[in-house]
Structure formats: structure tokens, C-alpha cells
């Protein structure tokens, strides 16, 4: 597997430990991060043109990354 960028655990190194807590204790964050992991590989499948995709549609994916990453930045700093 190809090292795909903006992991979560990359984007918030500093709360490695509270993203795992997180993720097992809370369902809501489970889902977003399952979410954002779905979109990421999405935006890097289509970057490196395994899905090529249109430019309209990969900056959809990536507002939408975008928002989810916001919320989890929210619910990690709340």
C-alpha cells in the first residue's frame, strides 16, 4: 500500500493518543474519523490518477475533507 498524505495521525501528531481514545469511546468521532479516511484516500486516488477524476469533483472532496477535518479538530481540542 502507497503511503496516502493528511493521515489523521499525521495532521494531529500531537493527539495521537486522544484520536485512538476517541475513536473507541465515542461513536460520533468514530464515524467522522472513518469519514475522513474514506474522502483522504478518495482525494489520493484521484491526485495519482488511479481514479482519475474531474477538477470540480476533487475540490468537492477536498472541501469536504476539509470540514471533517475542522470538526475533529474541534472535537479534539473541546
Not at 31 to 46: G, P, T, V
Not at 48 to 77: C, F, G, N, W
Request: net charge negative.
Amino acid at each position: 500500500m502507497t503511503h496516502t498524505p493528511h493521515e489523521l495521525h499525521e495532521e494531529f501528531p500531537e493527539h495521537a493518543e486522544k484520536l485512538h481514545e476517541l475513536k473507541v469511546s465515542n461513536a460520533h468521532f468514530a464515524h467522522l474519523s472513518e469519514q475522513y479516511h474514506e474522502i483522504n484516500r478518495a482525494i489520493h486516488r484521484a491526485e495519482s490518477e488511479v481514479e482519475p477524476t474531474d477538477d470540480l469533483h476533487l475540490e468537492d472532496m477536498k472541501k469536504q475533507r476539509l470540514h471533517l477535518k475542522d470538526q475533529i479538530a474541534e472535537m479534539l481540542h473541546g
